[in-house]
């Protein structure tokens, strides 16, 4: 299966035209969210910096290291511009509304920060390894998990999370494609990792 960027493209696209569907978002029941989905940020937090401290300790030489060089800065990528859509939109979140039809009233709910960046991560581990070992598919289960998580505590709309998905899942296909560009810019395009040190 080859992932192209129209297909996050069509995602982001889906995901509007649902923001804007009267039956698509909803807040969810008042129902007890139990402790398996109330996490705050530890899930994300973790993948984030698990993929940071891999690239430093591995370096661009060896293939994971370059691989988390890569989810790296797709996060990066994804986060700024989650940070300048979500100014744009000024979405209200579901624990400030009932009404998911509340844009530009200064909130931030749209896209899902949580799952941008747990989707950024994840999208190059996957397109590198998904040949040589298809479990890696089993990490797209990150992303799913913080989809979940984030409309059942009422952080977010359903739209919030597929568009979040979106664009994690693009910045994370573009920085595959393009190689990490922090790493391009060192002297002879090579990060030695940590582990070399010791």
Not at 6 to 22: K, T
Not at 113 to 129: C, F, M, N, Q
């Amino acid at each position: 299966m080859k992932l192209r960027p129209s297909f996050a493209a069509v995602l982001l696209a889906g995901a509007c035209c649902a923001a804007h569907a009267d039956d698509f978002d909803r807040r969810l029941n008042e129902v007890e969210v139990g402790p398996f989905w109330r996490h705050g940020n530890l899930v994300v937090n973790t993948t984030v910096v698990g993929a940071m401290a891999g690239a430093l300790w591995l370096g661009s030489e060896d293939r994971l290291g370059r691989t988390l060089w890569q989810s790296s800065e797709a996060w990066a990528l994804a986060s700024a511009t989650t940070e300048v859509l979500k100014v744009a939109t000024g979405r209200v979140r579901p624990t400030e509304t009932q009404d998911p039809g509340r844009w530009f009233a200064g909130g931030r709910s749209f896209p899902s920060g949580h799952v941008t960046a747990a989707s950024a991560v994840v999208t190059p581990l996957i397109l590198e390894y998904k040949d040589d070992h298809p479990m890696v598919w089993l990490l797209a289960a990150i992303p799913a998990y913080e989809m979940i998580s984030r409309v059942k505590s009422h952080s977010h709309w359903q739209s919030d999370v597929i568009a979040g998905a979106a664009v994690g899942a693009a910045a994370g296909y573009l920085e595959h494609q393009r190689g990490p560009w922090v790493v391009k810019a060192l002297p002879r395009g090579v990060y030695v990792g940590f582990h070399k040190a010791f």
